[in-house]
């Protein structure tokens, strides 16, 4: 038999914690300007200790064919998705009312 959430009570196959989490971030995404001109997005707001940051980031950078990292708690994904990122977001599980694009 499998593990037991500590948090839920659900087997960990059917843990909906993360679920719940993701409807309760605010999330910000922006374009930073980094060294040479490079435009970033910049992801934030996402609590990385009830969100897997780095699998995030992994599945972004997938949809979207860049290169990218997570650190000190934001994403950050190399070129500029400021228009694709909150449809992708969502697709992921995140409100869209959570998601505030700064221009």
């Not at 037991?4 to 679920?19: F, H, R, V, W």
């Not at 969100?51 to 995030?56: A, V």
């Not at 979207?64 to 992708?88: M, R, V, W, Y």
């Amino acid at each position: 038999m499998g593990k037991i959430c500590n948090t839920c009570g659900l087997p960990d196959d059917l843990c909906i914690c993360e679920d719940i989490a993701k409807e309760s971030q605010q999330i910000t995404v922006q374009i930073e300007k980094k060294k040479f001109g490079k435009e970033y997005t910049v992801i934030a707001g996402i609590n990385e200790t009830e969100i897997d940051l780095k699998e995030l980031a992994k599945k972004l950078k997938g949809k979207f064919a860049c290169g990218g990292t997570s650190k000190d708690g934001k994403i950050e994904l190399q070129g500029n998705h400021l228009q694709q990122t909150p449809q992708a977001l969502t697709s992921f599980g995140f409100s869209p009312e959570s998601i505030n694009v700064k221009r």
